[in-house]
């Protein structure tokens, strides 16, 4: 069945470092891909998708590149803060035409000033 | 903030108890799924429902049940509760249901801990 895979956290870095959070997935077809952030205490909130190869999402600094011929939806950020400091998720909406969303274990983000 | 409104945002009871979650999508949008974020099980996908009809299951158990109501909130019933359902509980909504396009919405969730 459909599945994503995140890099084991947590992720400590120092405020202005580079961040890279893997994400790679297995899944029927080609479906949309999303990142998630949930901040302490809150709910989740979409960060960026993408839905289809090649293409790039991009919001507050952050980036993903759908790769298709990696099944592979990395999350970058060329200098992190500390108000980035969140578990970070990684999805797909799986097949069927459901709805359903398929997470990730999340990857916690602790940047430190 | 998403629109998606959940209540009540914690609940604390007892083995054996049941106990209703209630979720009022954002205006305008007509599907809401349900999600469990634990720690051992991560998040997963229980139910969505698309203008008052069941339209996918997930890992949802026997003892819980969901229903869309006419004015589109929704409530999530667990009932004969276990320790192991202490979780946080997440709502959800969109505009349609399924497409590539379609983006979900979450509230701010409730926090079960069952003792």
């Known amino acids: 069945g459909d599945s994503v895979t995140q890099m084991e956290g947590p992720v400590t870095l120092s405020e202005e470092a580079f961040l890279t959070i893997n994400c790679t997935y297995t899944a029927t077809g080609y479906p949309s891909l999303f990142w998630y952030v949930q901040y302490p205490g809150e709910g989740l909130q979409l960060l960026l998708k993408a839905t289809k190869a090649d293409d790039k999402g991009s919001n507050k600094g952050f980036e993903a590149t759908y790769r298709k011929e990696t099944t592979s939806f990395h999350l970058e950020k060329g200098s992190v803060q500390v108000s980035d400091s969140a578990v970070y998720f990684c999805?797909?909406?799986?097949?069927?035409?459901?709805?359903?969303?398929?997470f990730g274990q999340g990857t916690t983000l602790q940047v430190k000033p | 903030d998403s629109g998606v409104t959940q209540t009540p945002k914690h609940l604390i009871t007892a083995t054996g108890q049941r106990v209703t979650l209630r979720c009022s999508p954002r205006s305008g949008d007509l599907s809401v799924y349900w999600y469990q974020q634990s720690l051992d099980q991560g998040l997963q996908f229980l139910i969505h429902?698309?203008?008052?009809?069941?339209?996918a299951k997930g890992n949802i158990l026997e003892r819980f049940s969901a229903q869309q109501f006419p004015d589109l909130h929704s409530e999530l019933n667990l009932s004969s509760l276990e320790l192991g359902d202490s979780a946080l509980y997440f709502c959800?909504?969109?505009?349609?249901?399924?497409?590539?396009?379609?983006?979900?919405?979450f509230g701010p969730g409730t926090r079960l801990t069952v003792l």
């Open positions: 429902y698309y203008n008052g009809e069941e339209r």
């Open positions: 959800a909504s969109s505009v349609v249901s399924g497409g590539a396009y379609n983006e979900q919405f």
């Open positions: 999805a797909l909406y799986g097949s069927g035409n459901t709805g359903k969303l398929i």
